[in-house]
């Protein structure tokens, strides 16, 4: 028998020999990836609970959109694409490796069935473009580097090798899948039986192409030899995948189904514990690893370390001590130092002054940026909300914040300024010509409540914005009264800085003012207090932000606006973070703005979902943060680079934070700062006859 | 090592408009709100740590009446074991002296290693510490803004001394030590905190308890009387800038320029 003939006997010992060691490596493979994956959720059996079963039907969509249809990829346009082909490619070969691994090898020839060869051809294709954009992707990591992948000196060493590693494995699955379909096609076009058609200019076309001369002995050999190596890497692989970020692959669909539904709200101190029950309480917040709850430990696992939150993070950018992205990778290198698949657990470190710096976990300003970024919906602002729970607890508060709690706590305001002169803005008298603003204090009733908050109510520039709401609302017909001193801070910030009993009291005074008021609807120019009323309070009438009522009478057609006064200046619309990402409301500023006649608005390069935080609002207006430059300072240089000299924006602290920032930077005289309110304010044209009975129902009021 | 902290709650003066009252003899108390003394607070958390290394209990006292005990569950919160309240109307208007007498009083009933106050009030005149440490017969330390625990009953104290420079010395337990602000930083005492202690107990002690001669204190024992008070009017050479900020630090830098302050 002349070398490269093949007898029948040959393949079956073959055969036999290569299906007893499948068979050992598939037992032992499976064994491995089931023990280790039972020790990476060891955590999360120790973790706090989360109820994430709700509502399965939107857990469904969820899924559908963001894990199927991988609705987040393409923002960054070609690491989307390449993890859409890979991803795509993926879910393709998934039915075709299961089928390798479960049947083994046969030396079945039978022709395939139609659908069996239209999938095969499909899977050719699919493992070629696999193979393909796993090159482009390590090809792009070698050459390109970009940026946001690098590690910076303080968060410890980059690992450039892992994903590129990474990228070979899969890249030599995909090889080996195909040198074992090109290999048998060879085989059976050699043996003239009838052949498996191979996928016109795919990897398996190609390889067969250049296979076609071997010896059938070889080619036999080769065929085995490919089916070993696809099986042992598909193995390794699964393996290896539960130690690092390369765990997504089995993580992203769970993490995917069980995110959080609800935006702009933050999770209770416990699940299961009602507000009444918290005192019973030991410890609150994160003050430990196991304090996490179990889905937030599901997320560091998920981390695919992409870099994306931290690409749009305003505290990275400014040089704050904080990136999202090492907030969870910091936290996934801690749950596999402390809870190892091999060896002892070693648990319960401190987070804070370990793995995590105070500094750190004050950055935030819970702007979103980060969560509206990641592909695979990862929380970030409950996790930062929750540490500062647990340092809150602990007492470990920065004094400039301590000031500010204590001065909420005695006068309901962070200034510490008198109950009595909550209302003091409204005693101006041109407001007072304009409208009488009632204070609903049981003197007097209304329909609408203006619910104004603190930095409305007392800093000086910012009460402008009050009296162009309240000039507004007058102008709009609305029946409508403030609280006075009747009402205390929203207290949004004051839970999202982790003080939430204190949060819980100012709730509570609130919702007996507004219920005692009798008020139907609910009106704020204030943003954080929007988000508090409608996603924080509950039992309140429904809320609106200033611009969504603007927006409507305008669509409407009720409010007269004149042309734009200065026409030679340049609008930007600055996206509030409590207004935009938090509650999605971004065009009916727009809207607003674009019904004011000739006005010329462009869009900075950051605008809605990706808007910059402007240095934050609430409490983080006493925090002094370790930075390098404002976050305003950034903002009102985009505003610059988009070619306007204005900035509207339609939250109090960002009017703060912006006209601060045109201060600090130098940009006075060539950039100015705007509320939505002040600019419709000034450009409203009074209603003439037929507004005079509403205008008269305003001074009725007035005199009760 | 047990501590005994004397404290007091005074209106708070960032959260307050101080105005006189119409009589001029005090300030307008209405629709103020009080808090404890801030160098008090520093003392509390002086007091906690080192508890917290060297063992021992804080107790925190105030001379006082009902509404003073917010700021001893305040500090009852904060950490400290025990808050007490030392209240008898016969203390009312008592000086400093009658304050520190009192003080004394509820001392000696207790063994205290080592008893710390704030500085001083900011009401007052950073005078009880010295006289209670006098009457006790104790050492005494003022202006404290280090305090490390030696072996063999002692502390080391350290001082700012004007100028900047650092004084260290030794003083012997039981003492009384006047705390200065910044000697730490005081931990935070959340709404959770209060709600947790709001319930417990405090003891109160009037004079009877205390053994106290009640002509010795109060208005009765009192050899310092306040006479006036007033708000000074503007004296040659000051005057009182007016507008907004803006305007404020705009007139500041004229006249510091048209002075030579500024080049």
């Not at chain 1, 992205?325 to 698949?341: G, M, S």
């Amino acid at each position: 028998m002349s070398e490269g003939m093949l007898t029948p006997a040959h393949v079956v010992q073959w055969l036999t020999s290569v299906q007893t060691l499948v068979a050992i490596i598939q037992v032992l493979g499976f064994a491995c990836f089931v023990f280790i994956v039972t020790r990476r959720l060891a955590p999360l059996f120790r973790a706090e609970r989360d109820f994430r079963l709700d509502r399965p039907w939107l857990r469904a969509q969820t899924l559908l959109k963001y894990w199927f249809g991988q609705w987040k990829h393409p923002r960054y346009r070609v690491a989307g694409a390449l993890h859409l082909l890979i991803f795509a490619g993926f879910l393709i070969l998934a039915t075709r490796a299961f089928y390798l691994l479960v049947f083994g090898l046969t030396d079945d020839f039978a022709t395939p069935s139609t659908i069996g060869r239209a999938y095969d051809v499909v899977a050719d294709y699919a493992a070629t473009i696999v193979f393909m954009a796993v090159l482009a992707a390590a090809f792009r990591r070698i050459i390109f580097k970009p940026a946001r992948y690098a590690v910076p000196e303080k968060y410890g060493k980059g690992h450039p090798g892992d994903a590129i590693f990474l990228l070979a494995l899969i890249a030599l699955l995909m090889f080996s899948e195909s040198l074992f379909e090109a290999s048998r096609a060879a085989v059976q076009a050699q043996a003239e039986m009838p052949g498996e058609f191979l996928a016109i200019l795919s990897l398996p076309w190609i390889l067969q192409g250049s296979l076609q001369i071997a010896p059938i002995t070889a080619l036999w050999k080769l065929h085995l030899g490919a089916y070993l190596v696809d099986v042992v890497t598909f193995y390794f692989l699964l393996c290896y995948r539960p130690f690092g970020i390369q765990f997504h692959v089995e993580t992203s669909l769970f993490n995917v189904m069980f995110a959080k539904l609800d935006r702009g709200t933050v999770k209770p101190v416990r699940w299961g514990v009602s507000d009444s029950d918290l005192d019973q309480v030991k410890s609150f917040g994160v003050k430990k690893f196991e304090d996490f709850t179990w889905k937030h430990i599901l997320d560091f696992y998920s981390c695919a370390d992409c870099g994306r939150c931290s690409d749009n993070c305003p505290a990275n950018a400014v040089g704050r001590p904080l990136s999202p992205r090492f907030l969870t990778i910091k936290a996934r290198d801690y749950a596999f130092d402390h809870f190892p698949v091999f060896g002892k657990t070693n648990n319960s470190h401190a987070l804070i002054g370990g793995i995590y710096s105070e500094d750190e976990v004050w950055s935030c300003t819970t702007c979103g940026a980060c969560e509206e970024e990641c592909p695979l919906l990862i929380e970030y602002i409950d996790k930062i909300v929750d540490l500062r729970r647990g340092m809150v607890d602990d007492g470990n508060v920065p004094k400039s914040i301590q000031k500010a709690l204590k001065a909420l706590e005695s006068r309901g305001n962070p200034y510490g300024k008198m109950e009595k002169k909550r209302a003091d803005w409204a005693k101006d008298k041109d407001l007072q010509r304009a409208c009488a603003v009632k204070v609903l204090d049981g003197s007097s009733s209304a329909q609408t409540l203006y619910f104004v908050d603190s930095i409305t109510s007392y800093d000086d520039r910012i009460q402008a914005i009050g009296r162009a709401t309240a000039r507004i609302l007058s102008e709009a017909g609305e029946n409508f009264g403030i609280l006075g001193a009747g009402e205390k801070d929203s207290g949004h910030d004051v839970r999202r800085f982790g003080e939430e009993m204190l949060f819980q009291a100012l709730r509570d005074h609130n919702v007996a003012a507004i219920q005692a008021s009798g008020v139907t609807r609910i009106v704020t120019s204030d943003p954080h207090a929007y988000n508090a009323l409608k996603h924080d309070y509950k039992d309140v009438p429904p809320v609106e932000h200033i611009s969504q009522v603007l927006a409507r009478e305008v669509r409407h057609g009720r409010l007269n606006l004149k042309p734009v006064q200065d026409t030679g200046n340049v609008y930007a619309y600055h996206d509030p973070c409590y207004l935009g990402r938090h509650n999605q409301v971004y065009d009916d500023p727009r809207e607003v703005l674009d019904a004011i006649p000739e006005l010329r608005r462009v869009e900075m390069s950051r605008c809605r979902d990706r808007s910059f935080c402007c240095g934050g609002g609430g409490l983080m207006l006493f925090y002094e943060p370790d930075e390098q430059e404002r976050m305003g300072v950034k903002r009102v240089q985009m505003a610059a680079e988009a070619g306007a000299n204005v900035i509207v924006t339609a939250c109090p602290f960002c009017m703060v934070n912006i006209e601060d920032a045109i201060k600090v930077s130098g940009m006075e005289g060539k950039m100015t700062a705007i509320d939505l309110t002040e600019l419709v304010d000034q450009h409203l044209v009074p209603r003439v006859p037929e507004s005079h009975e509403r205008g008269a129902n305003a001074l009725v009021h007035a005199n009760t | 090592m047990e501590i005994l902290v004397c404290a007091r709650r005074v209106p708070d003066s960032s959260e307050n408009e101080i105005q006189l009252n119409r009589a001029g003899n005090d300030i307008e108390r209405e629709d103020l709100v009080y808090s404890i003394n801030e160098p008090d607070n520093y003392a509390v958390e002086e007091a906690l740590q080192i508890v917290a290394k060297a063992g021992g209990s804080v107790t925190v006292a105030t001379v006082g009446t009902d509404e003073d005990e917010e700021i001893l569950r305040r500090e009852m919160a904060m950490g400290a074991n025990r808050g007490v309240l030392l209240s008898d109307e016969a203390f009312s208007e008592s000086d400093g002296r009658g304050i520190a007498t009192v003080l004394k009083a509820f001392a000696q009933k207790n063994h205290y290693d080592l008893i710390l106050t704030g500085v001083q009030a900011e009401d007052g005149g950073a005078q009880v510490g010295g006289m209670l440490a006098a009457m006790l017969d104790y050492p005494f330390a003022s202006l404290v803004n280090s305090i490390e625990v030696l072996e063999g009953n002692k502390l080391k104290i350290g001082r700012e001394i004007e100028g900047g420079s650092k004084e260290l010395s030794e003083i012997d337990l039981p003492c009384v030590l006047s705390i200065q602000t910044g000697i730490n930083e005081p931990r935070y005492v959340g709404m959770r905190g209060i709600r947790q202690v709001a319930s417990l107990e405090i003891p109160t002690y009037g004079a009877s308890d205390l053994g106290i001669d009640k002509g010795s204190v109060g208005a009765a024992g009192a050899k310092v009387k306040r006479d006036d008070y007033f708000i000074p009017a503007a004296g040659k050479g000051a005057a009182m800038l007016q507008g907004s900020t803006e305007e404020i630090a705009g007139k500041l830098i004229e006249l510091m320029k048209a002075k030579g302050g500024l080049q």
